[in-house]
């Protein structure tokens, strides 16, 4: 089996970095930096910062850019990062895009902007269109995010086609985080020459079965070993029955949960930091009941997070 190889840097296990708070809210980013070193120490081929799991819509243009500085100055590697900077104003996605170029990340997860729904294919191409003007160049790889359940605005097949026609050499791929195993093989095999990521570990090995590049999935988190050893023994074409099931079934546990506090409660208990409970209004942590009731279910899989 092999991997999309269109895009040969793009593919494998991407994690969307939580991001922690301090007791007034704002980014702490000591710990963001810990707990990236950590996740790329398990095995993640890359992070993904400010992405719908680190609340990066939650945080301002100068808290973005100050943490990813912190980031890169402390010695993570921009070569192995995505940075996601998608905005509803284009002037701010222009800014964290050159941004994020100019320090040397590798690729560009950009949203469409978002506030305005019921735009149509062609005006959200012309958004695309103005960001890349105002960026000031064609050499960086985009990926487009395609969220809609959050987002509410769609990056549909026709729009990549638009996208693609005129800005061939900067369209690299798509993340769909519908998590529709349907939706994203079809984007996968229409196209077939950028990196398509499925936003869930569980279609890890499916969508390398018909050419996708791995996965950018919140789970990584807190499962990254797990979904790493996954996708190696995907793409080395091992029977994967098992190791699928161990990560599908931490993943479905989540799924119960608001995914973004339990993960953060998962590691506040695994490191004894309540801290890392915090969340950004309007996200909240989970209940007491919750939080518990989650720890019995990650007990009854006998799952233990070593962060």
Not at 104 to 128: N, Q, R, T, V
Not at 211 to 225: E, K, R, Y
Not at 235 to 250: C, F, K, P, Q, S
């Amino acid at each position: 089996m092999t991997a999309n190889r269109g895009n040969d840097v793009l593919n494998g296990v991407w994690c969307p970095a939580l991001m922690p708070v301090d007791d007034k809210l704002e980014p702490d980013v000591p710990k963001y930096i810990d707990h990236c070193r950590w996740v790329l120490e398990e095995g993640c081929h890359g992070l993904v910062m400010f992405g719908t799991t680190g609340e990066a819509n939650s945080f301002s243009v100068e808290e973005r850019i100050q943490a990813l500085d912190a980031a890169i100055d402390a010695g993570l590697p921009p070569e192995r990062m995505m940075v996601g900077t998608g905005c509803a104003a284009l002037s701010d996605t222009v800014r964290l895009t050159r941004h994020a170029i100019d320090r040397s990340a590798l690729g560009i997860l950009m949203l469409p902007p978002f506030y305005y729904k019921g735009a149509s294919d062609e005006a959200l191409a012309a958004s695309f269109d103005r960001v890349i003007e105002g960026v000031g160049t064609e050499d960086f790889r985009l990926v487009l995010y395609h969220i809609p359940g959050v987002s509410g605005v769609a990056i549909t097949p026709a729009l990549v086609d638009l996208v693609a026609e005129r800005h061939p050499e900067t369209l690299a791929g798509i993340k769909d985080s519908t998590g529709d195993w349907d939706h994203s093989k079809m984007l996968i095999e229409r196209f077939s020459d950028l990196a398509v990521f499925p936003g869930a570990e569980n279609l890890v090995a499916a969508g390398l079965e018909v050419g996708g590049a791995g996965c950018i999935s919140a789970g990584c988190n807190v499962n990254a070993s797990a979904i790493r050893a996954l996708y190696d023994a995907a793409l080395a074409g091992e029977d994967v029955t098992e190791r699928h099931a161990e990560v599908e079934r931490l993943r479905l546990i989540l799924q119960r949960y608001a995914l973004i506090p339990a993960m953060k409660q998962m590691i506040a208990d695994a490191k004894g930091d309540p801290g890392w409970t915090r969340l950004r209004p309007p996200l909240m942590p989970l209940s007491e009941v919750n939080a518990k009731a989650l720890m019995a279910d990650l007990q009854s899989l006998d799952f233990r997070l070593a962060a």
